[in-house]
């Protein structure tokens, strides 16, 4: 019972990881396209590039924050799957000699046949 409670909180923190790293990665991408579209208004309007530079930097800025907010829920997710070994219940547990299965020798080439 408490190794199945152990499991299911621990997928529950795992997909709660993969949405964070999802969505960060998302909002990566909208704002890529807002710069993109901002500075495709500038040159559609014809004003001057000063005009709404402040506006860019500050997206830009964004940009970069969540560029290292990126990197630290990898370092997370890393930080985490070295922390499920401390856990009982999660540990990986290897059998055999720890060869691949099946080894490579294992797979016939491919051929061509007509």
């Known amino acids: ?9 621990a997928f529950e923190v ?5 949405t ?5 990665d998302e909002t990566l991408g909208q704002l890529a396209e807002l710069q993109s579209r ?5 040159a559609t309007a014809g004003v001057a590039v000063a005009t709404g530079h402040a506006a860019l930097v500050e997206v ?3 940009l970069q924050g969540l560029v290292a907010a990126r ?12 922390a499920q070994q401390l856990v009982p219940g999660l540990r990986t547990v290897a059998f055999g000699d720890g060869e691949e299965c099946p080894p490579k020798t294992a797979v016939a080439p491919l051929r061509v046949v007509a």
């Open 71 to 82: 990197g630290g829920m990898a370092n997370a997710h890393a930080a985490l799957k070295d």
């Open 1 to 9: 019972m408490r190794k199945q409670k152990i499991e299911n909180a």
């Open 60 to 62: 830009a800025a964004a």
């Open 20 to 24: 964070v790293e999802d969505c960060i």
């Open 38 to 42: 901002m500075i495709g208004l500038r």
């Open 14 to 18: 795992a997909e709660q990881v993969r």
